[in-house]
C-alpha cells in the first residue's frame, strides 16, 4: 500500500531490492541488444519499460519463450511453472498499478494478472523462470537459456 501511494504521489520510486528482481528480468529474459537500454528505464521511465516490455514480444529473448496454448487456466500456468523447478515469491511488472511492484506468492501472481489484458511479465524470485502476457492475450512461461 506504501508502495502504491509513492508512486501515484511522487512517481514510482524502485525499492533497492526491488531493482535487483528488475535486472534479473531485463538479464534472463531480454534480448541481449535491448538490455542496456532497458536497465536506463529503472529509475525514472518505468511507464516505457513497461510499454516496451508489453507492446512488442520481439525484446524478449525468443529462447526464453515458451508459448502457452490457448485456453489453458491460471491453475496449468503454475502447475506448469512449479513442474519446472519455480516456486515461492514472485515479483509483478505490469501496467494494472493494482498489481505492478508487488512481490506477491507466485499462486497469487499468476492469478493476479492471468487474462486481464493489461499486460504483465512476472518474475519467480531468485530463479530463472517467469510468466509473460502481452495486452492481445499471448501467454508465456519464460525460462532464461
Do not use: W
Request: proline share 1%.
Amino acid at each position: 500500500m506504501f508502495i502504491l501511494l509513492l508512486r501515484k504521489r511522487l512517481g514510482y520510486v524502485v525499492m533497492a531490492e526491488y531493482r535487483e528482481y528488475i535486472l534479473a528480468i531485463i538479464n534472463h529474459f531480454v534480448v541481449r541488444e535491448k538490455q542496456e537500454r532497458f536497465t536506463g528505464f529503472i529509475e525514472s521511465r518505468r511507464e516505457e519499460l513497461l510499454d516496451e516490455l508489453f507492446i512488442d514480444e520481439r525484446n524478449l529473448n525468443p529462447e526464453a519463450l515458451i508459448k502457452i496454448p490457448r485456453g489453458k487456466s491460471a491453475t496449468f500456468v503454475i502447475n506448469d511453472l512449479k513442474r519446472i523447478g519455480a516456486n515461492g515469491l514472485a515479483y509483478v511488472m505490469s501496467h494494472n498499478e493494482d498489481f505492478d511492484g508487488r512481490l506477491l506468492k507466485l499462486e497469487d501472481a499468476i492469478e493476479s494478472v492471468f487474462g486481464r489484458h493489461s499486460g504483465a511479465l512476472i518474475y519467480c524470485v531468485n530463479s530463472k523462470f517467469g510468466y509473460y502476457e502481452d495486452s492481445e492475450m499471448s501467454k508465456y512461461i519464460l525460462r532464461a537459456a
